[in-house]
């Protein structure tokens, strides 16, 4: 018998309640070693340089060679008078939310719509291709496509219709909306069709049923259950709209020298411009855009994680 209890208690080991506790610290202590050079990486990279830029944007600094002159906060008290900033300041914002909206609408229909559809994972792969396009690619393109003499309007003129100066200062900021929701909805679409592939079908079917619209199936099924999903979304299109910038080069330019007309520049441009336009490189100036498009993304992704939290739907 003693025997007998000495294996069982051998062949069941998870019935010892400290166990978990002394295995615990072990696998912590397994734990740092892998995590500690991805982490001294890390902050060699990325931590390290962040930290550079904002002591860098307290100076006046030529570039590499120059002297360096102590400016303290000055540099960002000149970014309130700064025109040029503050315009492009504003179109970045323009550019986010008006950007975000038609993307995330166009991504909501899509999610109804494709659901029904045999082709579905055909059509995503279409709709995701833009993606897969490099950006200056698409600037340069839908520049050429919208310039006075492209494409499009020619065929305005065949149909008897004036050309619009699609690159003038009252559309050129829509136009690089348009292109930029062109390239990006696809991949919102493709991270938020995996989520929909999750939910099982025997909700829609139970919906359909009780004679639930698509519209209500959308709201009260899909909606919820991909909710955390959208959350994830919100976050990288903020992120990524924040730092726009080859499209615009390529867009405003195609590919010529010169800097991008004042109506189309967001942050990144007029922080490229300012760098390495024409006269003397300002990167203290450059640092400090840097440094307050960084705490504004912070703040904006706190924010975004505060409307879209919610408690999570768990399927029984």
């Known amino acids: 018998m003693a025997y007998g209890s000495l294996v069982a208690e051998t062949a069941l080991p998870s019935r010892d309640p400290y166990r978990g506790k002394v295995l615990r610290p072990a696998r912590e202590r397994a734990f740092w070693p892998f995590l500690l050079p991805a982490l001294a990486l890390y902050a060699l990279l990325f931590v390290a340089p962040s930290f550079y830029g904002v002591w860098v944007s307290l100076y006046r600094w030529a570039g590499p060679g120059a002297e360096m002159e102590w400016r303290g906060l000055r540099n960002y008290e000149a970014l309130l008078r700064n025109g040029a900033f503050t315009q492009s300041f504003v179109n970045t914002f323009v550019l986010a939310i008006a950007g975000g909206a038609l993307v995330f609408g166009i991504t909501f229909l899509s999610m109804m719509a494709l659901r029904h559809l045999k082709g579905r994972a055909f059509i995503r792969s279409v709709v995701f291709l833009p993606m897969i396009i490099s950006a200056i690619a698409?600037?340069?393109?839908?520049?050429?496509?919208?310039?006075?003499g492209g494409v499009v309007n020619q065929i305005l003129g065949w149909a008897g219709i004036d050309g619009l100066p699609w690159l003038g200062p009252d559309l050129v900021l829509k136009c690089i909306i348009g292109g930029l929701v062109w390239s990006s909805t696809g991949f919102y679409i493709a991270l938020m069709m995996s989520a929909v592939d999750g939910i099982p079908p025997h909700l829609?079917?139970?919906a359909v049923l009780g004679g639930a619209t698509k519209w209500e199936q959308f709201r009260h099924i899909t909606?919820?259950?991909?909710w955390d999903v959208f959350a994830v979304a919100a976050v990288l299109w903020v992120v990524n709209s924040l730092k726009v910038f080859?499209?615009?080069?390529a867009f405003t330019t195609g590919g010529t020298p010169g800097a991008p007309p004042l109506q189309a520049r967001t942050v990144a441009v007029q922080q490229y411009t300012v760098i390495t336009g024409g006269g003397v490189p300002e990167l203290g100036s450059g640092a400090a855009m840097g440094v307050v498009v960084t705490l504004i993304t912070?703040?904006?992704i706190v924010l975004v994680r505060r409307i879209t939290r919610r408690e999570s739907v768990e399927l029984s």
Do not use: M, Q, R, S
Request: avoid cysteine; proline fraction near 8%.
């Open 138 to 148: 698409v600037g340069a393109a839908v520049g050429f496509l919208l310039n006075p």
């Open 204 to 206: 829609y079917e139970d």
């Open 223 to 226: 909606l919820p259950l991909t």
């Open 246 to 249: 080859e499209i615009v080069i």
């Open 298 to 300: 912070i703040v904006l």
